[in-house]
């Protein structure tokens, strides 16, 4: 449907809506977050989760974006001495991001020429006032043309939503995949989990071993799979260690390979 008929079509829902209720099913996002006033988003099956837009983002989303656009951006022109430099954005918005880094600890999701984007966690909510209060206050400082600040998008939303049904969906099936660590041991992972333990690291320093927190993905057919990992870091005490624990060598390489067991993350982030 092009932009104009589908626009046509949302304000007949919109007037079409008053004193009634109505169900529509679609896979825009941006199509649920303007005309509905309760969102039910389904994957895998399921149903998981129902809820007005602010709540869902406030819940699901990872946090506020932050777009930071910088004066004398869109000109074109290169500096090519010190004094230009001085005067154009790009030094202002090495400030900005230091500025960011400094008070909230984060670091630019997306930076062009023009404007930095971040993402800011919902546990740095308290800080947010006393922040923009003062990054506003420093605009001229800093070169800033404009601060925009809203709530992640209601896609980020669904495809949080979507990842972690997979990773219930996989986690249930069982399978496993290869994780190389630096050190050269190979980990056997059960897909889909957060932190995993790696059998025969207990030494004295780390009594009850080492694990890795494993960072998963969606690849575009939508099957997980691993995009990175933690450097080891020590087993908290609190931790209960299953008595079975393989290891295995690989006769042909050397190599060692084992099979990591999965640590529950509220065992971790307590």
């Known amino acids: 449907m092009d932009p104009i008929s589908r626009r046509h079509v949302w304000d007949i829902i919109e007037n079409a809506k008053k004193g009634r209720a109505i169900v529509l099913t679609t896979h825009s996002m941006e199509e649920a977050d303007i005309l509905s006033d309760r969102i039910a988003i389904m994957a895998k099956g399921r149903l ?39 005067t154009t954005h790009v030094p202002k918005a090495q400030h900005v991001k230091l500025f960011f880094k400094k008070h909230l600890d984060v670091e630019p999701k997306e930076e062009r020429k023009s404007f930095l984007t971040f993402v800011i966690p919902h546990d740095k909510e308290k800080l947010l006032p006393d922040f923009f209060a003062e990054l506003q206050n420093r605009e001229d400082e800093f070169g800033i043309s404009d601060i925009q600040l809203g709530l992640t998008t209601l896609e980020e939303v669904f495809m949080n939503i979507a990842k972690q049904a997979e990773i ?61 990992h933690s450097p080891e870091i020590s087993i908290p005490n609190n931790v209960e260690i299953p008595e079975n624990r393989s290891s295995s060598m690989n006769s042909r390489s050397g190599a060692q390979s084992v099979t990591g067991f999965v640590i529950h993350p509220n065992q971790v982030l307590h």
């Open 48 to 86: 998981r989760c129902i809820g007005t837009s602010l709540r869902l983002k406030s819940k699901f989303g990872t946090g506020y974006i932050a777009n930071i656009s910088f004066t004398g951006s869109t000109s074109g022109h290169i500096p090519h001495t010190d004094a230009e430099l001085e």
């Open 168 to 228: 219930e969906s996989v986690s249930a099936g069982g399978n496993m995949v290869m994780l190389s660590l630096p050190s050269g041991l190979s980990v056997q992972v059960p897909i889909g989990s957060r932190f995993v333990g790696i059998p025969g690291t207990v030494t004295e320093e780390n009594p009850n071993g080492t694990m890795v927190e494993v960072y998963w993905e969606q690849d575009d057919s939508g099957a997980l799979c691993i995009s990175g």
